[in-house]
Structure formats: structure tokens, C-alpha cells
């Protein structure tokens, strides 16, 4: 056992990635670690780290005395986002992509040597898209890092499957049911991984946010000699936390509304912080959600820009009358909404969303089916791994038609089968009992609490 003064000798330093999917998920492990008696240095620049303490819920990151947060000035222009590129991704984020990894190398390497000089051991954990602004830690022999991986273990075990040729044979259904990665990312962001993935080689091991009761046989095969140079893999997700009920003074306008509809009846729609719909395509939403008839929450908001969530957003348009028309079974959250504390509402039975891995993971952990909708990225891989292996969704739109807009009909048809067919009940049945499989491993004594034992042993020895 590891006293907590040998603890408190640790530091830990936390660099994430600066879109808010991977500022949320390190934030929350942020929490897990600190839990632990180990202080935390969470890094960023001014306006992403204050955009993920303003945006985290279920916990309030300045209540815990050992999460420091350094932040760094810094500007980069952007274009708005273009809801009619052939390629979803969020290009008009490149800019701030290259110019974060170019202007928080020298910051982040004085904070590695300072941290090195007041601590027995300096432990950097960075988003794989990191690579380059924490490389100097190699100059410190009290310093060793871990690469957090922010998409699931099905996602990145064939990324890299994939990039190393193929080195071993996997089950033919899985690779059946692969989607493609084309379209997934803008040639110049491609480029960005592999300048990125280049320092992989100097980690001492990676880190997940996934559960080995969702995803040991890809977490089994990313310990593969060949895809893992025998470096340790680390499963310590969910990372959010799993009791969400926020004080009532403080609770959102969507949570009041839900407490008032039948359990299980609402839909949730969400398409995160980096995708910005076409007025088409908003359009055929809209009227597919009004023609099911359903119960739904609809967060409907612009991609965030490359300096700060807090800039002015161009106000999205609907049809002629139609939040009058659906007051009574619909709401419209055009501010930030509270996604984790919605889907772990009893109204709520389900999640159109674009299947990024941090909604993935908090509507598993809060027992909710998915109506995948990939837009970009890890998405529609993650969008196979939820709909055909683990089979708690079903797919919106085929990655083979992205180009494609969803129509009314095809909106109405995915809401319908999801809130009220025998499928979308055995959807339902089947995220519960994985939400309760999670709980049980995240409690004392699980799987998932041992091997975050483990973890912070291994880093505090």
C-alpha cells in the first residue's frame, strides 16, 4: 500500500487535445486520479480549459483542492464552419490544431522541468494528439508518460491493426462490418495524426476510456506484442461520473421538463460541439421529429470555433411555426445543455447522436440506446461498434450515403424504432444491463476500480 505523503510526491501533469470531447474526457479522469490523494496539473490554453470547467458536469472541478489548472494565452483565427463541405470534419479547426501543438511545446516543457524539480516522479498523460508538445519529457529521468486514446478500443485497435499491416488475422465479421475510413478526416488532419502518432514510442503505456466488460476483446488484441511493443494497456472508463443529480437550485430548464414526462418516453438529440448541420438537413430533422410525434429534447447549435465556445453563435433556423407546434412534446435547447444529467434522467429512452466516443460512453453508463449518426472522425466506427457488436443502437444514416441528407421519413423511422418497436425495447433492455455490468465494475472491489488501483500503484511506486 502506498502512503498518501508518497502520493502527494507524485505529480501528475494532464495535456489534453483542444476540442471539447477530449477536454471532458481528461478532465473527468483528472477527477479519478485526484480522488486518489495524487494532485493533478490539467494544461491548456486560457479559453479550452476555462470552456471545460464551464461545460463539465456532475462534479465542480474548483472544489477539488488537487486539480491545478494552468492556463496559457493564446489566439488563432478561424473560419466559421461550413455545413457544406463534401468532408464533415471540422477543417475550419485546423488552424488551431497546428498552432496549439506549435505554441504549448516551450510552456508545457518549462512545467515538466519544474514539476520534475519538486516531485519524486512526474507523470504526463496526453491525448494522442499531443504527441509533439510533450516530447521533452525524455529529458527528465523522474518523468514517463502514458497516451490517452479518446475514441474506443474497437476504433483504435484497427486504426492501428490497419496501420501496421494487418499483423495478425481478427474474426471476418468484424472486419465485415468495418466502415471505411474515408471521409473520416480532411487530408491535412490525416497528416496531423501521423506527425502526432510519431511519439508514440516513447510512452510507457495507453490509456482508455472504455470498460473491459464493453470492449475486452479489443482491449485483448491492443495488447498484442505487435500492436503494443508489450507496453501495458489501461482501461479505466467510464470516466464521467455516474450519480449526476445536480442541487435544484442549479438545475437546467431540460431536467425540469423532463421531470415531468413519463419514464423512458423522451428522445435526446445532440450532435456535440463539432459539427454544424446543413438548414436542409435541419430541416428534414425537424419535420421527421414532428411527424413521430414523439417526446424529445433537441440541443440545436453551431460547431464550436477555434478560440472559445463563448463566441457569438449564428442562430439556427426551423420550420415556420414549428416550436409552437410541438411545445407541448418538444424542447429546443439552443445554450449548453447538461447532456450527462439528461441521459441519466428516468424520462429519458434514447440518443440520436453522432457517435463520438464521450457520448458514447456516458449513454452506456447511463443505460441509453443510441440512433447513431456519424458525422466525421472516429464516428462511424464507433457507430459499428455500438449497432452491430455491441447491439445497443441502431444506424440513422449509413457512412455509404453521408453525402447523402437524411430525409423526414428515414428521422420519423429511426425515432420510431428506437422509442417504441420491440427493437428499440430490447435496445433498451440490452444498454441497461451493460450500464449495470459498468456500475458493477466501477464499484469497490470491480474490475474496472482494481485496474485503476493498479494503475495509480504502478504510478506511484
Avoid at 458514447?360 to 472516429?378: F, Q, R, T
Wanted: charged share 20%; hydrophobic share 40%; with cysteine.
Amino acid at each position: 500500500m502506498v502512503s498518501e505523503e508518497f502520493r502527494r510526491d507524485v505529480a501528475v501533469l494532464m495535456v489534453p487535445f483542444p476540442l471539447q470531447g477530449h477536454l471532458n474526457q481528461l478532465l473527468h479522469l483528472s477527477r479519478l486520479i485526484a480522488a486518489e490523494g495524487v494532485p493533478v496539473h490539467y494544461v491548456g490554453t486560457t479559453a479550452h480549459s476555462r470552456q471545460a470547467r464551464r461545460r463539465i458536469h456532475g462534479w465542480d472541478p474548483i472544489s477539488i483542492p488537487n486539480i491545478i489548472f494552468h492556463e496559457f494565452p493564446f489566439l488563432c483565427s478561424h473560419a466559421p464552419a461550413d455545413p457544406h463541405a463534401p468532408i464533415l470534419f471540422p477543417s475550419h479547426l485546423q488552424p488551431l490544431f497546428d498552432a496549439a501543438a506549435a505554441a504549448l511545446r516551450q510552456p508545457v516543457a518549462e512545467l515538466i522541468r519544474c514539476l520534475c524539480a519538486t516531485s519524486r516522479r512526474v507523470v504526463v498523460i496526453y491525448d494522442s494528439l499531443m504527441g509533439s508538445v510533450v516530447q521533452d519529457f525524455v529529458k527528465f529521468p523522474n518523468a514517463e508518460s502514458y497516451t490517452f486514446h479518446s475514441v474506443s478500443a474497437y476504433t483504435i485497435f484497427f486504426f492501428l491493426w490497419e496501420k501496421l499491416g494487418k499483423p495478425f488475422d481478427v474474426d471476418p465479421g468484424l472486419v465485415e462490418n468495418l466502415p471505411s475510413l474515408e471521409g473520416c478526416f480532411s487530408p491535412e488532419f490525416t497528416k496531423f495524426i501521423g506527425n502526432q502518432h510519431k511519439y508514440l514510442c516513447l510512452n510507457s503505456g495507453r490509456i482508455y476510456n472504455t470498460s473491459r466488460v464493453l470492449e475486452n476483446q479489443f482491449l485483448q488484441m491492443l495488447s498484442e506484442p505487435q500492436i503494443s511493443g508489450n507496453k501495458k494497456q489501461w482501461a479505466l472508463g467510464p470516466f464521467n461520473p455516474l450519480d449526476t443529480r445536480s442541487a435544484a437550485d442549479r438545475r437546467h430548464r431540460c431536467l425540469k421538463w423532463l421531470d415531468r414526462q413519463p419514464p423512458e418516453s423522451v428522445i435526446f438529440i445532440s450532435f456535440g460541439t463539432s459539427t454544424t448541420l446543413s438548414e436542409n438537413q435541419i430541416q428534414e430533422l425537424a419535420a421527421g421529429l414532428e411527424i413521430s410525434g414523439g417526446r424529445f429534447i433537441w440541443v440545436l447549435r453551431s460547431a464550436d470555433g477555434g478560440a472559445t465556445a463563448g463566441e457569438e453563435i449564428k442562430r439556427v433556423e426551423l420550420p415556420a411555426g414549428f416550436e409552437e407546434r410541438v411545445k407541448e412534446r418538444g424542447i429546443i435547447a439552443r445554450d449548453w445543455a447538461p447532456q450527462l444529467e439528461i441521459l441519466g434522467h428516468p424520462a429519458t429512452g434514447g440518443f440520436m447522436n453522432h457517435c463520438g466516443w464521450n457520448s458514447c460512453m456516458e449513454s452506456i453508463s447511463m443505460g441509453v440506446p443510441i440512433a447513431a449518426w456519424p458525422m466525421h472522425s472516429d464516428q462511424p466506427r464507433n457507430t459499428a461498434l455500438i449497432a452491430a457488436v455491441l447491439k445497443i443502437g441502431l444506424v440513422v444514416q449509413d457512412w455509404g450515403r453521408r453525402g447523402e441528407v437524411v430525409d423526414s421519413a428515414a428521422v420519423e423511422s429511426a425515432v420510431r424504432r428506437l422509442m417504441v418497436s420491440g427493437e428499440g425495447k430490447e435496445m433498451r433492455r440490452r444498454a441497461a444491463e451493460l450500464s449495470g455490468a459498468v456500475r458493477e465494475a466501477m464499484a469497490e472491489g470491480g474490475t474496472t476500480r482494481l485496474e485503476l488501483d493498479y494503475f495509480i500503484s504502478h504510478i506511484t511506486r
